[in-house]
């Protein structure tokens, strides 16, 4: 998590940090903070009034010294340490002279930590970050520059991290490097730049590029030069970029989450543009595997965390009916300890809306290197995950800010049935006419999923009468069960509620137990195959007294019968339902959330990108 900002050469570098910092926010805002440097003394200022911490540093802006022109930020989300001012960044050594700001985890911290203090050294926080200021204090002793004593501190670490230091002794220097947590550099007339997010640079320059794992960066006002841990120089690698800022803005929406809610037909219909055509054919050309190599595929793992997981548990159905292939899911933060069994014949698509989760690109690397071939399915074009990846599927969704994730989820969902719905005509598992019709139901879910959202008033008034309470279940069946699963996470997400799933079949094998009038039940329960399974699981829980909400299509008046509530959404085809069914489920969680009184786009403890194990 946690965003970083840096800038040399600026004539309001604070200002420059203070717009950055507002725009990774996002990425944690348990507390901010900021330095600025010359070559007589740091000018250091830290909040951790959660969710203010960047109002309050603009209000110490009045007092920065106006003849600095180069600094580093960083808006944080806690792992190690409190939510406290002493625990947010920037951390600077024990002589005042060297500041860092950091996102991610140094696993061997402690053991740094004694070396330290045995040398004298001592610490002003309880984060494991403080730890690389005292270790440049002590390679900038020998004489060395900020840039290279960085470099000698990378060896030294273990973990996943990105990193950024000044120093009084080069005053217009950043130094900065990276190990699988984001880093970019940029530039502009006169400005050097280093950010955490292309979000935070675009407002300020298009001229950006990639800093590789291991790799240190010497950013000045007129340069940036990059060499490995070997100490060998590497060439700059420019990054490209899809959008520009204006897309990171609410456009009138009272916040993020409503606007990315409303985003989602549009987001569906860019994914699917240009790679599903009316007669069934698809074209997948970044997916860079021929169709030799799908054809030695026998077996395909879909992997992610969070609502990407969920995502993988629709697609796994897909796989499974339309191609004919044996698939697994897995929880990407538990893929990689297991002993599982991978091969050149196994595909694993790694699922993750920023590209950047550890957990997810840690089980993908590890994939590899049991010899399966992989797909990162994310939203960032050259994120971490898609560089690793033999070849890579954009959703297309575009910036999403809100940390509960929408748009994406559903951009996910549509573009793993558009893989499976590939592999199915690869592998001749289902007639031109089925893929046809596939194709006119997959091209059909932006504007069945804009019918939803025009139901949104409807959606908000259950949202309303519903907005006390305290213990929701959330049951479904086959692909119902993968939304029920997401919208559960939703309720808990931004309502703070208790909300478990399961699939409605299970809850006679204990959870009824639970169940007495003052528990509410959401049944997805529209028309499918075991439709009249889940009305018998409905039965069930109606008779233990609970207060009952069923996702139905329109119209369905058989099913709204047994409920005390009902969201109403169009009719769609079975398989392809998730993506118009999770809707109601958006704007429940929503709604329960705003009439509570929470900020739907930050809601608390969480952050918009993982970046820690």
């Not at 320059?205 to 800093?211: H, K, N, S, V």
């Not at 960032?380 to 999403?400: F, M, N, W």
């Not at 118009?580 to 509570?596: F, K, T």
Request: net charge negative; hydrophobic share 45%; glycine share 8%.
């Amino acid at each position: 998590m946690c965003g970083i900002i840096g800038v040399t050469g600026a004539a309001e570098p604070l200002q420059v940090m203070l717009d950055a910092l507002a725009l990774l926010e996002y990425r944690g805002y348990d507390s901010a903070g900021v330095v600025l440097v010359d070559d007589d003394r740091l000018w250091r200022r830290r909040d951790a009034v959660r969710g203010h911490s960047l109002e309050t540093l603009r209000e110490a802006a009045a007092d920065a010294p106006a003849h600095m022109t180069a600094g580093i930020g960083h808006t944080r989300w806690a792992t190690h340490g409190a939510a406290v001012e002493r625990n947010a960044h920037p951390h600077c050594d024990c002589s005042g002279t060297v500041a860092i700001v950091h996102n991610g985890i140094i696993e061997n911290y402690q053991e740094l930590w004694d070396k330290l203090a045995a040398e004298g050294h001592t610490r002003s926080s309880e984060t494991d970050s403080e730890v690389v200021a005292h270790l440049l204090e002590r390679e900038l002793a020998t004489g060395a520059g900020l840039a290279e004593a960085l470099r000698r501190c990378v060896g030294e670490l273990r973990g996943d991290f990105a990193l950024a230091a000044v120093t009084t002794r080069e005053p217009q220097v950043i130094a900065a490097a990276r190990r699988t947590s984001p880093l970019i550099l940029g530039r502009i007339d006169g400005t050097g730049l280093v950010a955490s997010d292309i979000a935070a640079l675009l407002g300020t320059t298009r001229d950006l590029y990639q800093l590789a794992d291991d790799e240190i960066a010497e950013v000045r006002p007129d340069s940036i030069s990059v060499v490995g841990l070997d100490g060998q120089q590497r060439g700059l690698v420019p990054l490209e970029v899809g959008w520009d800022l204006v897309a990171a803005r609410r456009d009138g929406y009272d916040d993020f989450m409503s606007k990315e809610i409303h985003e989602q037909p549009r987001a569906l219909a860019d994914t699917l543009m240009g790679r599903l055509h009316v007669d069934g054919t698809t074209e997948l050309e970044e997916l860079r595997l021929t169709g030799s190599d799908l054809d030695e595929i026998e077996r395909v793992v879909l992997m992610g965390c969070g609502s990407a997981y969920y995502a993988c548990l629709s697609g796994r159905i897909a796989f499974e009916h339309w191609a004919r292939m044996p698939a697994e899911v897995e929880i990407a933060s538990e893929f990689r300890y297991r002993d599982a069994i991978l091969g050149e014949h196994t595909l694993v698509v790694a699922v993750s809306q920023s590209g950047e989760t550890v957990d997810t690109f840690h089980a993908l690397r590890e994939a590899r290197r049991r010899g399966a071939k992989t797909i990162a399915l994310t939203n960032v074009v050259d994120s971490l995950l898609a560089r690793e990846a033999d070849g890579a599927l954009y959703t297309r969704a575009g910036p999403e800010i809100g940390v509960a994730s929408t748009k994406c989820h559903a951009t996910q969902i549509v573009m793993l049935q558009l893989l499976a719905l590939h592999f199915a005509r690869q592998r001749g598992a289902i007639e031109p006419e089925e893929g046809r019709d596939l194709a006119g139901g997959l091209l059909a879910l932006p504007g069945l999923v804009g019918r939803a959202i025009a139901r949104m008033d409807d959606y908000f008034s259950v949202a309303n009468r519903l907005s006390e309470v305290q213990d929701v279940y959330f049951l479904g069946r086959r692909v119902g069960y993968a939304v029920a699963l997401e919208g559960a996470l939703k309720l808990k997400e931004l309502a703070y509620v208790r909300a478990e799933a399961y699939p409605a079949g299970e809850m006679k094998h204990g959870p009824i137990a639970l169940i007495d009038e003052s528990a509410v039940v959401v049944a997805v329960a529209t028309r499918g195959r075991l439709w009249e399974k889940v009305m018998a699981n409905i039965a069930e829980v109606k008779a233990r007294g609970a207060t009952v909400v069923v996702v139905c299509g329109e119209g369905d008046e058989e099913t709204k019968a047994v409920a005390e509530e009902f969201l109403e959404i169009p009719v769609v085809p079975e398989l392809l339902s998730p993506a118009v069914a999770i809707v109601p489920l958006q704007a429940l969680a929503y709604g329960v959330a705003r009439a509570r009184g929470n900020d739907v786009d930050r809601p608390r403890n969480l952050a918009k990108v993982v970046t820690v194990e």
